[in-house]
T-cell receptor
């Protein structure tokens, strides 16, 4: 299995631009999670999906952030418009509900820099 | 609200030492606890997962224990090696098994040759 795949690995953009991060979960996994990691706040859950349905988006910081999961093999996290304080590493993770107690597997992350 | 704390924030040891990393959580009603490793600029690698009904898990030189009643977990690394240098994170899932991981801030370990 290829593991969780994220793209791009690095993104540099200017303030005000739209940013789209992509994630392909491990095949067969029911849950997909988006996390953000910063030095100040550590790792925080933004939103998660179960069977493509958003379950909890209470961690999404503002309306500028949105996430979709149109099918079981693809999810996007969009920031529009982006701001310098959105600079962080964004991780996607997936897990299988019926597996060993929801062990989560993480992708390599997307390092976002907003100038 | 569940909070996870890891002490110390950083640790430096000579190669070959056995060491213990600590993790504490404020709400003992957890579903499971995971220990992760993160190398600089990389993603997270799952090391061990302990269910709420278990007291410990072992993988190679790693042993993780869980004491729910006191809200504590430890990660024991035996015979440390320079390749063990990384940041170690613990995270808990609440008893409702929502899948939401609440992370500690991590312990950055340096093992000197």
């Amino acid at each position: 299995d290829a593991g969780v795949i994220q793209s791009p690995r690095h993104e540099v953009t200017e303030m005000g631009q739209e940013v789209t991060l992509r994630c392909k979960p491990i095949s067969g996994h029911d849950y997909l999670f988006w996390y953000r990691q910063t030095m100040m706040r550590g790792l925080e859950l933004l939103i998660y999906f179960n069977n493509n349905v958003p379950i909890d988006d209470s961690g999404m910081p503002e309306d500028r952030f949105s996430a979709k999961m149109p099918n079981a093999s693809f999810s996007t996290l969009k920031i529009q418009p982006s701001e310098p304080r959105d600079s962080a590493v964004y991780f996607c993770a997936s897990s299988r509900a019926a597996s060993s107690y929801n062990e989560q597997f993480f992708g390599p992350g997307t390092r976002l820099t907003v100038l | 609200k569940q909070e996870v704390t890891q002490i110390p924030a950083a640790l430096s040891v000579p190669e070959g030492e056995n060491l213990v990393l600590n993790c504490s959580f404020t709400d003992s009603a957890i579903y499971n606890l995971q220990w992760f490793r993160q190398d600089p600029g990389k993603g997270l690698t799952s090391l061990l997962l302990i269910q709420s009904s278990q007291r410990e898990q072992t993988s190679g030189r790693l042993n993780a224990s869980l004491d729910k009643s006191s809200g504590r977990s430890t990660l024991y690394i035996a015979a440390s090696q320079p390749g063990d240098s990384a940041t170690y994170l613990c995270a808990v899932v609440g008893s409702g098994n929502t899948g939401k991981l609440i992370f500690g801030q991590g312990t950055t370990l340096q093992v000197k040759p």
